[in-house]
């Protein structure tokens, strides 16, 4: 599915203070954090904006010193927010928790009582906001926050329709911020209104119920035919156009196999992107990554191989770099793309 190069990419979603112990320290050993700044929407702009895309994000965030540095973390980057709504008191944060070897990744959200938590849905004028606007990209995130911020992406997924603009959504499902039952409740309704779904790993069962997979991170890749039978109900019963998902064999926090799956509604056709082994150096954002990259190749028209080979590129080079930012070029995931995952020194 290809869109116009020129295309504007519009993601709606709340961006966060990420608050870290140095040095692979617990919480509860730490005396500093380190403070970037993300969230899941956040993330995709700012990497199609490192790759030369136009991107836009929308949000609700506090007119304070904190929100400034928020939003300037993606203006140095060339994301456009000017359609960010400013308002509220405090601006959501969570506490990162880098793991090793068998101990996981640790998250503590506070993001409780945020400028975007509390927002109403009206708070959005998405006439103006979906001005000059090809692809709107919300995840399921964004409509867990609040029931307001869930008809929220309902009003401009119905907007984004009425233009002809493509709707794209991450499924991302977070157990932390509701369950199975309320995100089938919502996600269920807002997907006749999607065209490209993206639904990873364990989103798919948890998110819509699908038991066609079995959502394993232990064993994905060797379960990969019943995602393509997962991507194919999903196109069967909302009308999506195109599934992604990447597909993963975590043997622990630092060593994985991933692998990207990319389906068609028309012709019912799907393709697998070449399983690549990672060494992880920190593994957050790299979904998000994922989207940019396959946003990325349909803004530019590659072919659907090209397409998938490039989006997993992407997840696993994020994979390597510390913060909710995948700061690497088109060249460099075009090259790691081409390799196969082999590396030398860019001389």
Known sequence: MAISPDSLVLAFGEIMMRLSPKDHLRIEQATEF????????????????????????????????????????????????????????RLGSYFF??????RGNGCVYDRKYS???LAPRGVFDWGAALEGVGVFYFSGVTPAVSDEMAAACKDALEAARARGILTVCDLNYRGKLWSPEKAQSV???????????????????????????????????????????????????????????????????????????????????????????????????AGDAFNAGLLHAMLNGFEPQEAIDYAIAASILKLTIRGDSNLVTEAEISATASSGGATRVAR
């Not at 970037?36 to 965030?61: C, H, I, M, P």
């Not at 990672?278 to 954002?285: D, K, R």
Request: proline share 2%; aromatic share 6%.
């Open 187 to 285: 996600l269920k309704g807002l997907m006749p209104l999607v065209d490209v779904c993206v639904a990873n790993d364990e989103d798919a069962p948890s998110a819509l119920g699908m038991d066609c997979v079995s959502g394993s991170l232990a064993h994905g890749i060797e379960e990969r035919d019943s995602y393509v039978e997962m991507a194919r109900r999903i196109c069967a019963e909302y009308g999506c156009r195109v599934v992604a998902s990447v597909v993963r064999n975590v043997s622990n926090t630092n060593r994985s196999k991933w692998m990207g799956m990319l389906y068609q509604a028309e012709g019912d056709q799907h393709w697998f992107s070449p399983v690549h082994d990672v060494h992880v150096l920190e593994g957050v954002a």
């Open 34 to 89: 380190d403070v970037r700044y993300g969230g899941a929407e956040a993330n995709t702009a700012l990497s199609l904006a490192y790759q030369g895309d136009k991107s836009a994000f929308v949000s609700v965030v506090p007119a304070n010193r904190i929100g400034d540095c928020a939003l300037r973390s993606l203006i140095a980057y060339g994301v456009d927010t000017s359609r960010v709504v400013r308002g509220g008191d």
């Open 97 to 102: 928790e880098l793991g090793a070897s068998q």
């Open 115 to 117: 400028a975007m938590s």
